[in-house]
């Protein structure tokens, strides 16, 4: 998993709080993908940016959940007033161009909701 | 709604025989599967992959083999080894960049 990093590793917020969770891709990659792990599920995609541009977030929920990937600095999903369902392990993965090709992952943040 | 099924929760494995771990997809769209890799605590690691246009891919130990007509797709290890022993998850796609997944085979290989 060397390259795509995330960070942070480990968060925790109370119900209501803000979650950021940041993810910078692999060098050279210019795709980035969010993915979602619930407890004894597979991962569930969420949404597909490139620089600047949101390619397909239909996995998205539509309320609280957001996510950018601006021209400068990581990409960044974002959950406003969290609740106790989005305990979940989030996953980023990178991938040179958008066809086809492997997407490589990071380690993921797990997130817990008290 | 899982369009990507793997439907052997676990699989136990001596060292030095075959494993072979099995998916089945629901969605005839899917053109590019791969295979991951996941130890506890990181992300998936990317093994093989396959298009539709092949119904066979080897790379070393591994081997990834596609049935179309039955929507199937297999991964074989061989000779598995303990350092094997890892969650395998499958994965499908018909966009190239959005991947479905299985719920993931627990693969154990006994020294």
């Known amino acids: 998993n060397a390259g795509v990093m995330q960070n942070p590793r480990h968060l925790v917020r109370r119900r209501g709080q803000e979650a950021r969770l940041r993810c910078s891709p692999m060098?050279?990659?210019?795709?980035v993908y969010w993915y979602r792990q619930l407890p004894e599920e597979g991962l569930k995609f969420m949404v597909y940016l490139q620089k600047e541009n949101i390619i397909d977030e239909s996995g998205m929920p539509k309320e609280r959940f957001s996510a950018e990937f601006p021209k400068e600095g990581p990409s960044i999903l974002r959950i406003q007033q969290v609740v106790r369902g989005d305990s979940a392990a989030y996953f980023c993965a990178s991938s040179p161009s958008g066809d086809n090709q492997p997407q490589h992952f990071g380690d993921g943040t797990r997130l817990s909701i008290l | 709604d899982q369009q990507v099924k793997q439907n052997s929760p676990s699989l136990s494995v001596q060292e030095g025989r075959i494993s072979i771990l099995n998916c089945d997809y629901t969605?005839?769209?899917?053109?590019?599967f791969l295979w991951y890799k996941k130890y506890p605590a990181e992300g998936p690691t990317f093994l093989i992959s396959?298009?539709?246009?092949?119904d066979k891919n080897e790379d070393g130990r591994f081997t990834v083999f596609l049935n179309k007509s039955a929507k199937h797709l297999s991964l074989h290890i061989v000779p598995s080894q303990p350092g094997d022993s890892a969650v395998y998850f499958c994965?499908?796609?018909?966009?190239?960049?959005?991947?479905?997944f299985g719920t993931g085979t627990s693969l154990t290989v006994i020294p």
């Open positions: 060098k050279g990659h210019s795709h």
């Open positions: 994965a499908a796609s018909f966009t190239g960049n959005q991947f479905y």
């Open positions: 969605n005839s769209m899917f053109d590019y």
């Open positions: 396959i298009s539709s246009i092949k």
